[in-house]
């Protein structure tokens, strides 16, 4: 039987996650892919360059991010190394 403390630890990677998912589909829909509310100063290539990043940021790790927090706080065992993926990928 698992103690308190690791149904917590579980259950704040968990919800941490769900947040990560959140602040990454925030950072894209603010971006020049959907609202352009964030704007840079580079060139067109670098541009399409980063909206292709926000589109595979939108499209696939904020799913992903999402999924590995559920199997976080559900207490899969596989949760914490999934979560490396995407708390890599914001770095």
Known sequence: ??????????????????LLAAAVAAVVV???????VL???TSATS?????GGDAAALI???PVTVAVGVLAIRRHPAAPVL???PSIFVL
């Open 1 to 18: 039987m698992q103690s308190n403390g690791t149904r917590t630890s579980a259950r704040l990677l968990g919800v941490g996650l769900v």
């Open 47 to 51: 541009m399409n360059q980063i909206i």
């Open 39 to 41: 704007r840079y100063r």
């Open 60 to 62: 696939v790790v904020a």
């Open 30 to 36: 603010l971006g020049p892919l959907v609202f352009g």
């Open 83 to 85: 979560a490396l993926a």
